[in-house]
């Protein structure tokens, strides 16, 4: 049984994979939409709000906390100036994912990650 089991592994080590994630979410926040394996953004999913959530207090420990997480300068601006303000009076579900077409090399179910 799998009970209490908290993540996908996603066959990596654990800095690797977290490293990915920290990756793949500061792309969601430059670029607006990513596609990945439906594995990687289900564990995305679970990120993101976490990120916004401290992103819509816009106090400096939330934003220094953002600075060590992101990659980019430029993400972090673009979290806290565009999309903290546009999703302040939601109380979740900022993203929505959409079913894409297979991967040819091994038919990976791929899926699409974007704001709503």
Do not use: C, F
């Amino acid at each position: 049984m799998r009970h209490k089991i908290g993540q996908r592994k996603l066959g990596r080590p654990t800095q690797h994979r977290l490293s990915l994630l920290r990756s793949l979410v500061t792309s969601l926040i430059l670029y607006g939409k990513i596609s990945s394996t439906e594995a990687k953004i289900k564990e995305v999913q679970k990120v993101v709000p976490k990120v916004v959530r401290l992103a819509k207090k816009n106090d400096l420990a939330s934003i220094r906390y953002l600075d060590s997480y992101l990659y980019s300068k430029d993400a972090l601006y673009k979290l806290i100036k565009e999309l903290a303000p546009k999703y302040s009076d939601r109380p979740g579900g900022y993203t929505r994912t959409l079913p894409l077409s297979p991967r040819k090399g091994d038919g990976a179910s791929m899926v699409l990650l974007e704001w709503v």
